[in-house]
């Protein structure tokens, strides 16, 4: 069934990638961004771009109702971990009470099906591993918290209107699907697409850059951890398949699905060294590695149990190998963004 969707963050890497392959089956999309992270080049071109901030309720009741917007797909935010310790309030605004705008316009208007980009995050240092969705939350940093907020909101809003409580507009129900992230990685197949995320922190970008001599090198924090080599464990999913994890959750909230909070992994986990080897691998290119000290707050291994959205939404991951995951983040790195960066620059002439 096609449906008119909103994407807000659809410039940014995951949403740039759920975007595409929301236009390729058909739907409407209307994609929201400020450009805080994002590229205008990464946003389809069959989509319909508007400039702007998720908190401008005014700008989002206008494109709800205008476009006959069906449902939500919320992806911006800010993400990076380190700067929600330094600078709490910037994250609290923009993810926690940015998306409570977001939801009070989805209610003004009759909006009643919402998809959220939460991340594995909320579970803090998960006690049992693979961490099902049921695992205590526990966020050990205010981006964590930030996006635990938003869970609880969207909960307590789809119970609201189930109890008929929120009487203003007469609309029916309203149901989301929170999606918990694992550690997003790769690149389009097609090479087009990938991450561009202004100073990334995230590994396999990070080793990436490094290995096409855009960084010195990568550093390592701790090997002393209780794990196969001593290195982080984490879980690992390709962009493409967390994707295409959207457009299931649209189909499953379109045919009347019930509110879930599904993990997105595919239950194994690699440790760093292991991911550092492969992109060495793929790449052809050795990668100069610096041990430092753990950092405060990383969990020795987060990997998810993913049984419940393959259960839930029927979705099936068609990239589930790291050397795939690897191949396309280099090649987006070596070849990808030096075309954007081309097709950008002022013309010589
Ligand atoms: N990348 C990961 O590994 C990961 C893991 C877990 C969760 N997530 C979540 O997924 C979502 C997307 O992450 P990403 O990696 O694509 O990041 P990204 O920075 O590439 O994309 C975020 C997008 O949101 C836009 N944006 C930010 N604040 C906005 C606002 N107030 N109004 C309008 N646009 C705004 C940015 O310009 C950018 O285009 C985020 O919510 C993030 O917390 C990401």
Redesign the pocket.
Known sequence: MALSVLV????????SHTARQLVAAGHQVVV???????HRWAVPADATLVE????NSELVERLLRDHDIQAVIH?????VVPESVENPQKYYL??TV?SLSLMQACMETGVDKFIF?????VYGIPEVLPAREDAPTAPINPYGRS?LMTEWMLHDLAVSRQLGSVPSDGQGDFRYVALR?F??AGASLDGTLG?A?PEAT?LIKVACEAVCGKRQGVTVFGDDYDTVDGTCVRDYIHVEDLASAHLAALDYLAVDGKSEILNCGYGRGFSVSEVLNQVRQVSGIDLPVTIGPRRAGDPPALVADATRIHEVLDWTPQHQDLAVICRTAYTWERDGMASRAEAEAPSAA
């Open positions: 807000t963050g659809g410039a940014g890497y995951i949403g929201l961004d400020n450009f805080y992270s994002g702007g901030d998720v908190a992806f911006a935010g800010y993400i923009n993810n940015g980009s939460s991340s594995a995050a996006k992230y550690n997003v991450q995320t995230h």
